[in-house]
Every structure is written in C-alpha cells, then in structure tokens.
C-alpha cells in the first residue's frame, strides 16, 4: 500500500532557527510530490512539485528537496508568519493524479 | 478569479438528514476531487472526478454521492448524515497535464 510519513509530528523553533520536516513515501513509482501549507481553518495552499531525484524547488524562506525515498522540506531563518501546518501528498504511478497525504508537521515559530 | 470556491462554509445537520455541498473552479481544470480532513487521519479522498461525465470512488466513499454537474461544478451528496461524516471537507481541482492539486476553503459540518 502506498504510504506517507511526514516526521515531527509537531516542531516549535524561534525566530531565526533554521530546521528541515521531513516527508518519507513508499517507493512503489512516484509520479510526484507536492508540498502544501495550511493555515487553521482554511484550506491546503500549494506551495511545490518535485518530480525526480535530486530537484530542488525555493520560495522566500523555504526549499525543498526530494531524494529516491524522501523529501525535505528546509525553512531558514524562519519567522512567525511560517507558522502553519505543512502536508506533503505524493501521486503514485498505481494511483494516476490521486494524491495521498501526509498527516502534516505542525510548525509554531516563536518570536 | 475566485479559484475553487464551497458552499456552504459551515453547516451543522441532524442524524438522518440530508445535503448537499457545493464546488465550484473557475480555473478550467478537468479534474475535480472532494477530500475530508479529520484529527490524527489526515486529508483521504472521497470521490474524484478525472473528466466532466467520469466519477471514481476515492479511499472513503461509503454514505457520500457525488455529481459532476459540468466541467465547473462538482457537488458531494450525505444522504443521511451520521455523527461519523462530521468533519471538514474541501474541494480541489487540477489541470490534465499536472498532479498539483488547488483547494477551497473548506466546508465544516457537524452532524448531531
């Protein structure tokens, strides 16, 4: 069964304290995979695709990166306005543009 | 354009009652998706639609029917609404060409 894992389940930093989350997916053919932000009570906003080993993707503060088994997403010198809960989904080769989601990292940047 | 939009954005239903939530994309996506969002489970899909007229079951389809109604409109059906369907539940879309999917702003309903 394709799964994926995102690791911490939750991550407090301060302002200005770089730290990576972590998304680790089955390997059973990856046709991509998808960072998402969600602020609390609104919806996923996509934030990047990455389709192969070894791509890397960068928006203001955040990179992400994706290896044959996992991605990372890297958040450097982050403020609190990166507070937010951050899902990974991945769409399997077996499962066309399905997407299967992570159940998220929860990231509280303190001032 | 307003991207994906819901109707309506909270709704609190008895058991037993029915209705209908509404999705609409003005972004001339081809597909169209309803996924629910619970504590600890994460966002599973219900219901997807690959093309306008195709509609495919998702993870968790029981006690949910869905319409695509054209290539705009995508509406999800309870039935009869049970204490377990309480829940969030958000629409998304996506073009044929890429799997990156765009979501509304979600539905909250409880069911007593």
């Known amino acids: 069964e394709d799964q994926v894992t995102q690791s911490p389940e939750a991550l407090r930093l301060q302002e200005g304290e770089s730290s990576s989350l972590n998304c680790s997916y089955t390997?059973?053919?990856?046709?991509?995979l998808f960072w998402y932000r969600q602020d609390p009570g609104k919806g996923p906003e996509f934030l990047f695709t990455?389709?192969?080993a070894g791509e890397e993707k960068e928006k203001e503060r955040l990179k992400a990166t994706l290896t044959k088994k996992e991605s990372f997403l890297h958040i450097t010198a982050p403020k609190p306005e990166d507070s937010a809960t951050y899902l990974c989904?991945?769409?399997?080769?077996?499962?066309?543009?399905?997407?299967?989601f992570g159940e998220g990292t929860q990231l509280t940047v303190n001032p | 354009n307003a991207g994906v939009t819901q109707t309506p954005k909270f709704q609190v239903l008895k058991t037993g009652q029915s209705m209908t939530l509404q999705c609409a994309q003005d972004m001339n996506h081809n597909s169209m998706y309803w996924y629910r969002q619970d504590p600890g489970m994460g966002l599973r899909l219900i219901y997807y639609s690959a093309s306008e007229g195709t509609t495919d079951k998702g993870e968790v389809p029981n006690g949910y029917n869905v319409s695509r109604l054209n290539k705009r409109e995508f509406s999800l059906r309870l039935e009869s609404a049970a204490p377990s369907q309480t829940s969030v539940y958000f629409c998304?879309?996506?073009?044929?060409?890429?799997?990156?999917?765009?979501f509304g702003p979600g539905t909250r309903l409880t069911v007593l």
């Open positions: 390997v059973s053919g990856l046709r991509g």
């Open positions: 990455l389709y192969s």
């Open positions: 989904a991945v769409s399997f080769v077996t499962s066309g543009s399905r997407l299967t």
């Open positions: 998304a879309s996506s073009t044929r060409f890429r799997d990156e999917q765009f």
